[in-house]
């Protein structure tokens, strides 16, 4: 619109916390939260509003990672490496988008590759994570507050202190 002109000019309002504007990969290795046996996450944004999640994810190692399902969409592009899922015939190498629909069962796999190199890929997670055994049945969960726990939790063990997840948080 042009030509309007408003009474009362635009101002902050009170509450809003700052954007996040970060390094992706830290240079300091404290950062990564263990998940698993040469499995870790690195949290970029919590939305504890809309119960989701943005990190990169880091494997070191080759193998079935997890079994899962999501309630909401997931959006994923791999940076490093390669990863696929054992119910589909398509490789998420380095530079490919991902989208994976709610409701769909799926079973994270790195190849030997792994061994040798590392895979990361940035996850935009919306709602949950699902864990589930090979009968379908849940075994666990993680949700925004359970993945800020396990910082929290990290954090404080490696020294950068609980309040360090908090700059993830909004």
């Known amino acids: 619109m042009t030509g309007t002109v408003f009474a009362q000019p635009l101002a902050q309002l009170p509450g809003i916390l700052p954007e996040i504007a970060i390094d992706a990969v830290p240079a300091d290795e404290r950062v990564w939260v263990p998940q698993a046996p040469n499995v870790w996450f690195r949290p ?36 490093k490496g390669s990863w696929r899922y054992l119910e589909h015939d398509w490789v998420a ?58 910082c929290r939790r990290h954090y404080r063990e490696a020294g950068l202190g609980d309040d360090y997840v908090r700059q993830f948080i909004r």
Request: proline share 4%; charged share 20%; hydrophobic share 45%.
């Open 44 to 79: 970029l944004f919590f939305n504890t509003l809309g119960g989701g999640w943005c990190n990169l994810l880091r494997v070191r190692r080759s193998g079935v990672l997890s079994r899962h399902i999501h309630p909401a969409p997931v959006f994923g592009y791999v940076i």
């Open 93 to 150: 190498s380095a530079g490919r988008f991902v989208f994976e629909p709610p409701g769909e069962i799926h079973t994270l796999m790195v190849d030997a590759d792994a061994e040798h190199d590392e895979m990361i890929t940035f996850f935009n997670v919306s709602g949950a994570m699902v864990y589930l055994d090979e009968q379908g049945m849940q075994i666990g969960y993680e949700d925004v507050f359970s993945k800020i726990e396990m």
